[in-house]
């Protein structure tokens, strides 16, 4: 057996591991290791958000190319060449390939091992068979794995779960989604846009995205509807049965026909898809040694710091903590916990704000790349009443020669919620076509804490999308 030091140890190299390595050791003759026990780059790069949207960005663009005149005679008849959109996806991801994530690095100096790593008590972590010591900073940066809920004949019936769905080499004519969340109204969208003959929505609650305003969750299940996708609202599946099952491998529909008993009637379908949540990869990583309980998100403090492990050592970045399940919140906690290392490591006080992660609970922008996009930051203003927050609010249709300008059946909607108090914003929601691209400036205006008196001098281009934000403001003038 062979012990090897090093100054940092991370378990896990997504997009969350890799920059808390990287920022733990920048500039400095710190070592790094950094374990990982499937692909460099994580579940984003090759599971999640790069493949799934290389599979959206086509649809989105052959339905900005229907809607404007003067592109439209041109198109060819027909939809998707769904082989076109499967080879760039799967150049997007690299074709399972993490040769140039590992060279990333190695170049900033970062040792990869391979191999599924475990705590062994304080600042031991062990790969293989090999025992590692970490003289500053452990920090686990696990993600999550999709959850199977606990449905009779589910798991037997070997369903596709988002690898299987965003690495998808086979599209099932008839598919089945369980789920109202991000993933399974992303997945419904793409699935219609490749030729899906019918999907189906089995959503336990009764919206889409209850997470976020309604008025999104209803636009997006609106334009779900007429893009013949089926939604079951309060259905959540009773048993599933599927007679023939082959393990033909990810993104290859898994054997026979799978029938879904729904209680009162039953569906047929070539495949069934679980968009049911997450749970984090804490099993096995040995927390139980440093007196942590498994099976649970890893509580961790603003510093990043794990709760309840003595001695400033252990840290966690990135889904396992719950926080905000988001690649770029992860990253930005991976920043904060890489400087904390760092400043702990040389002596330094961290005591000014980038070493402690403030805008993940509250103030975390996210972009939903369904068609319409949703895209947000900030508290709702349900979660601002119960934050206790007094709140004003600005809302509209997107309407402005932007917008027009932008595609013939522009269609949008916004909303601000408003601290009454600071007259700042604390939430901005933007439903509509491309409107990822609106929410970086809520966000500077969430986080800067901008005064509506300051925002008014903010004057959006003529005529661009953005002019949304002077017709929100003009309606808040006499408020
Ligand atoms: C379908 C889908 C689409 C998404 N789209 C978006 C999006 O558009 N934008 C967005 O911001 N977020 C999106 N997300 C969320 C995003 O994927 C996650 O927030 C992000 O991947 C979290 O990064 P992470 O580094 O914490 O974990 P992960 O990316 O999950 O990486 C964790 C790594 O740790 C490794 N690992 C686990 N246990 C061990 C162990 N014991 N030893 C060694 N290695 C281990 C895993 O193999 C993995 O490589 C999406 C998620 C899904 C499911
Ligand atoms: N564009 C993006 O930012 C993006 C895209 C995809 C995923 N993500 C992130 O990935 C994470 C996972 O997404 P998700 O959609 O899987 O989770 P989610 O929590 O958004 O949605 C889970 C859905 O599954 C349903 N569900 C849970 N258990 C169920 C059961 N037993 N039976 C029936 N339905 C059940 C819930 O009611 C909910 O509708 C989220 O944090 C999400 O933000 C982000």
């Not at 026909?257 to 209680?263: A, E, R």
């Not at 309980?293 to 001695?311: F, L, S």
């Not at 992860?330 to 704000?353: L, M, N, S, T, W």
Request: a negative charge; proline letters at 5%.
């Amino acid at each position: 057996m062979t012990h090897d030091t090093y100054d940092v140890i991370v378990i896990g190299g997504g997009p969350a591991g890799e920059n808390a390595a990287a920022y733990a050791i920048a500039g400095s003759d710190r070592t790094a290791a950094l374990i990982e026990r499937e692909l460099v780059g994580g579940e984003c790069s090759y599971w999640a958000c790069m493949p799934s949207k290389a599979l959206l960005r086509p649809a989105h663009l052959l339905s900005a190319a229907r809607a404007m005149p003067g592109v439209s005679e041109g198109l060819a008849p027909g939809g998707l060449k769904r082989d076109a959109v499967y080879a760039r996806r799967d150049a997007f991801v690299s074709k399972h390939d993490d040769s140039s994530q590992v060279q990333w690095a190695n170049n900033n100096g970062i040792e990869v091992i391979r191999g599924s790593g475990r705590l062994a008590g304080e600042r031991l972590v062990r790969v293989g068979d090999r025992t590692l010591q970490a003289r500053h900073a452990v920090v686990l940066a696990t993600g999550t794995a999709a959850s199977i809920p606990d449905i009779p004949g589910l798991r037997a019936a070997f369903p596709w779960t988002s690898r299987d769905a965003t690495n998808m080499h086979e599209l099932p004519k008839r598919v089945v989604i369980v789920g109202g969340g991000v993933v399974a109204c992303e997945c419904a969208t793409w699935f219609a846009a490749l030729g899906a003959d019918k999907v189906t929505l089995l959503v336990r609650g009764q919206s889409l995205l209850p997470k976020a305003e309604p008025f999104a969750g209803e636009r997006v299940a609106s334009s779900l509807r007429s893009h013949g996708v089926e939604i079951l609202f309060g259905t959540s599946p009773q048993s599933v049965d599927r007679p023939a099952v082959r393990d033909t491998g990810e993104g290859k529909i898994h054997g026979g026909p799978v029938t879904v008993d729904l209680g009162n009637s039953a569906l047929e379908a070539d495949e069934i898809v679980v968009a049911a949540g997450r749970a984090p990869s804490t099993n096995g990583l040995g927390l139980a040694t440093v007196g942590i309980e498994e099976g649970r998100y890893v509580e961790v403090d603003d510093h990043m710091t794990v709760r309840g492990a003595k001695g400033n050592w252990l840290y966690a970045v990135g889904d396992v903590n719950g926080r905000s399940p988001l690649t770029h919140m992860g990253k930005y906690q991976a920043r904060v916990c890489g400087d904390v290392i760092a400043a702990r490591a040389e002596g330094h006080p961290f005591e000014d704000p980038k070493y402690r992660a403030t805008a993940d609970l509250h103030q975390a922008p996210q972009v939903v790349f369904t068609a319409p996009e949703v895209a947000s930051i900030g508290l709702t203003e349900k979660a601002a009443a119960s934050e206790g927050y007094d709140v004003a609010i600005a809302e509209l249709d997107i309407a402005v020669a932007g917008s027009a300008l932008s595609r013939d059946d522009f269609d949008g909607h916004a909303k601000l919620v408003i601290d009454k108090k600071t007259r700042c914003l604390v939430g901005a929601t933007f439903v509509g076509p491309d409107v990822g691209e609106l929410i970086h400036a809520a966000t500077i205006a969430v986080v800067g804490a901008v005064p509506l008196e300051t925002l008014w001098h903010a004057v959006p281009s003529f005529p661009t999308v953005s002019e949304v934000w002077l017709r929100l403001l003009e309606s808040l003038r006499d408020q």
